[in-house]
């Protein structure tokens, strides 16, 4: 009798242990690599993006594998993070001596961290692998990326681009590599516990699980941005820059706006400056068709985030009504788990808010923020910056944009000060370990050579005397 065909199981572990030890490898052939050497690396993994058709064509494969997004927004996100992010990366040291401070007899020299597991988003398969990709080379690491299930396909052929650049440039192909299908939880958990760095980006599930799989960590939160449009805003202006930014790529980003609170006394004008701009102004009837389409028990409906405006229109039943506008809004006065429009929406849908004083506008924001999105960032428009700085004064939030659309700055922007990325960390707040946006610094290990200095040491007199002035010793 014949015997039945042996069965090989597939074992995520030994894939997983595999890929690591090629990315070792992969350093080990490049740890000689001066720093031009290394920036002719993340060069090159921009290229591999960044070049038209590599970009269009992802962008196009990234709708057509998710459903997420539209593919001319993609394009544009494709290229102008990874544009900005090589502008940041090439402005910086990271291999041999990076800082010296010979007042203080300190010189700090960059090494690497070693292999990254890098979990990436079905909302960017192809734009946040070669940003984390660009970080990671830049400090003379490995990195392999556990794609989305759903960006599984785009991602892989994102991540054989960025190896046949490297290998144009004769640098190891393996310094980038990808999860093989199918990927499942089985196989990034894997991952996670293998490599040297886990860097999540994505479901919260995900952050939770890199911060239980014993290696360090590095994982960032969930966005549900507010935004206060003040009674000095410029509204034409503002509302302009609201919807340029919760219209792009069908608000994937965690950056888009999802709530505006605006003050009384210009409530009408900036609803109707809003409306200009592409807004559709939902009656009540159409908000609670809108509410059922988009949440089913509780839950977004996939089939219906992150769709265009005609489909999603439809979807909801509005029909001709809202034609030719580019979003919806929908007025709301609840915040909390009972008023789902108070969470992010991941849709082309903004919660419109009345506050009577500025006061309220903060009390509403740090309520909408309590929802989800602790940590991730608020913005606000206005010509009084005393409120601004208020924002940060007071609000557990990582970031307080001003008079921007907030899509284009918070994750960088060239008129921002704050790091191209695609991952921004939300602090403690939101269980992450970094409250700032996700850059090269955190691939890098930091060896500090100290030498004697002058002694520097202070009388008691100097460090207690008002202590002892005030309350004896």
């Not at 994102?158 to 144009?168: G, W």
């Not at 979807?315 to 919806?328: M, Q, S, T």
């Not at 808010?353 to 999105?373: E, H, P, S």
């Amino acid at each position: 009798m014949s015997q039945p065909a042996k069965v090989f199981e597939r074992d995520p572990v030994s894939i997983v242990e595999a890929l690591i030890r090629r990315g070792h490898a992969a350093m080990d052939a490049f740890a000689a690599a001066d720093q031009a050497r290394v920036d002719e690396a993340v060069t090159a993994l921009a290229w591999s993006l960044y070049k038209p058709e590599n970009a269009e064509a992802l962008a196009r494969m990234a709708v057509d594998d998710t459903g997420l997004g539209n593919a001319a927004d993609k394009v544009v996100k494709n290229q102008r993070k990874t544009f900005g992010t090589l502008r940041d990366l090439m402005r910086v040291k990271s291999v041999g001596i990076i800082e010296e401070q010979p007042e203080r007899g300190l010189v700090k020299y960059a090494k690497p961290v070693g292999v990254v597991g890098a979990v990436t988003p079905s909302t960017n398969p192809a734009a946040t692998p070669v940003n984390k990709a660009m970080m990671a080379i830049k400090g003379r690491n490995a990195i392999v990326i556990a794609p989305s299930p759903a960006g599984l396909a785009t991602t892989t052929r994102t991540v054989e681009l960025m190896r046949a650049e490297l290998e144009r440039i004769g640098a190891p192909a393996d310094l980038v590599q990808v999860l093989p299908a199918p990927v499942d939880k089985e196989s990034t958990h894997a991952l996670m516990a293998a490599c040297d760095l886990v860097v999540v980006t994505g479901s919260q599930s995900n952050v939770r699980a890199a911060y239980r799989s014993g290696t360090p960590a590095i994982g960032v939160g969930a966005g549900n941005v507010p935004v206060i449009v003040d009674s000095s805003a410029h509204l034409d202006e503002a509302a302009a820059k609201i919807a340029a930014s919760k219209c792009f790529d069908n608000a994937t980003s965690c950056s888009s706006e999802n709530a505006v609170i605006i003050r009384d006394d210009v409530y009408d004008d900036a609803v109707a400056a809003l409306q200009a701009a592409g807004g559709y102004l939902a009656s009540a009837a159409e908000k609670e068709a809108i509410q059922s389409t988009l949440w089913v028990d509780g839950t977004l409906n996939r089939k219906v985030i992150a769709t265009d405006f005609g489909v999603f229109a439809a979807a909801c039943g509005l029909g001709d009504r809202a034609h030719g506008a580019r979003f919806f809004m929908v007025e709301e006065t609840g915040i909390g788990p009972a008023h789902p429009f108070s969470d992010e929406k991941l849709a082309l849908v903004l919660t419109v808010y009345r506050a009577t004083t500025f006061d309220d506008a903060v009390d509403k924001v740090r309520a909408i923020m309590a929802v989800k999105g602790l940590g991730h960032s608020v913005g606000i428009h206005t010509q009084e910056m005393a409120h601004a700085r208020r924002l940060a004064e007071e609000l557990d939030t990582a970031r307080v944009l001003v008079n921007m659309a907030h899509t284009f700055g918070n994750g960088g922007g060239f008129d921002s000060g704050l790091n191209f990325t695609l991952s921004m960390g939300c602090g403690t707040w939101q269980g992450n370990s970094i409250s700032e946006n996700l850059n090269y610094r955190h691939f890098l290990n930091i060896t500090h050579l100290a030498v004697p200095i002058p002694e520097d040491r202070p009388s008691e007199e100097a460090l207690f005397g008002a202590y002892w002035a005030k309350h004896g010793k």
